[in-house]
């Protein structure tokens, strides 16, 4: 980098400070831990999605789900994301350096990017040519959700998937996308921000090692922004509470306490 510095009078050290240079050797375990996270840990395997992706709801069956209490579509939908954390928990803890991270910080980032992680891997079991996603089986429509009572956040989830899909993302390609989104060193609660930037950092020069290779940067512009993914997180809170003052013992008494711990903040009056 010598004369590349000199000659563009660029402070590279000050983009790589030292502890974030990585030797080649490294890089490669690297990215291997990253894809290697990323496929032990997902639910679905890609191929089965495929196979499943034309196999829709019937009208009927779809009538049957939109014929559901709400308070029994809700139980489903939390069991079955509160089930979906349990393997992205498991993809942070794969992730080398995650798990030397402060405790409390792991948990921070868990917290906030648990349902990011799943809102990105949802896009696997998208069928974005009918516009139709995997759950409970088969492939289903946006109406099928009706009972749950918030159409704009399962739209706003589905247009996230059509967005992802458009962009083609390989499985590499994801499990890095997954990896950076999880690792955010801006959370203010962090207490080592230093530590999880080093982390990101590092990560986040792997994924462009890759992209660089595979002639894939122009994605990194592409990839939806932070916020788009807290949007959706935060209007999914603002539903839950809402559910909440229509149900109120239901959460209390039926979600899973994972589903409480990360989504209902306990110093709320119960
Ligand atoms: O192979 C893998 O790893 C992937 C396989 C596919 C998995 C997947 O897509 N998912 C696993 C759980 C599931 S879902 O399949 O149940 C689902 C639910 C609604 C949809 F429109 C689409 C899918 C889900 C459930 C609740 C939710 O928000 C919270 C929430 C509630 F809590 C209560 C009411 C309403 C909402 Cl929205 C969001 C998501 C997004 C991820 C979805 C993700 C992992």
Not at 216 to 240: A, G, V, W
Request: with cysteine; hydrophobic share 40%.
């Amino acid at each position: 980098f010598h004369n590349l510095e000199s000659y563009c009078s660029l402070n590279f050290s000050s983009f790589f400070p030292p502890e974030c240079m990585i030797s080649a050797t490294e890089l490669e375990l690297l990215m291997q831990n990253v894809i290697f996270a990323h496929q032990e840990t997902c639910q679905f395997r890609q191929e089965n999605l495929q196979i499943l992706r034309w196999e829709t709801f019937s009208p009927e069956e779809m009538q049957n789900f939109q014929q559901k209490p709400m308070d029994q579509m809700w139980e489903r939908c939390v069991c079955h994301i509160t089930d979906a954390i349990q393997y992205i928990v498991e993809f942070a803890k794969r992730l080398s350096g995650f798990t030397d991270l402060n405790p409390n910080d792991q948990i921070v980032l868990l917290k906030a990017g648990a349902m990011e992680l799943l809102l990105i891997r949802m896009s696997r079991a998208f069928n974005c040519f009918n516009n139709t996603v995997f759950f409970e089986g088969k492939y289903a429509q946006l109406e099928l959700f009706h009972s749950l009572g918030c159409t704009d956040l399962i739209t706003s989830m589905f247009d996230l998937c059509q967005s992802l899909c458009a962009l083609n993302l390989s499985e590499h390609e994801m499990a890095f996308f997954n990896a950076i989104t999880l690792l955010n060193p801006s959370y203010p609660w962090l207490q080592d921000k230093h530590k999880v930037d080093t982390l990101y950092r590092k990560i986040h020069f792997a994924f462009r090692h890759l992209l660089r290779r595979t002639h894939r940067e122009f994605i990194l512009m592409k990839l939806p922004e932070k916020e788009k993914l807290s949007n959706i997180c935060q209007l999914h809170l603002e539903k839950l509470n809402i559910f909440r003052q229509m149900y109120p013992t239901i959460a209390w008494e039926r979600f899973p306490p994972l589903y409480k711990e990360l989504f209902i903040s306990e110093t709320e009056n119960s």
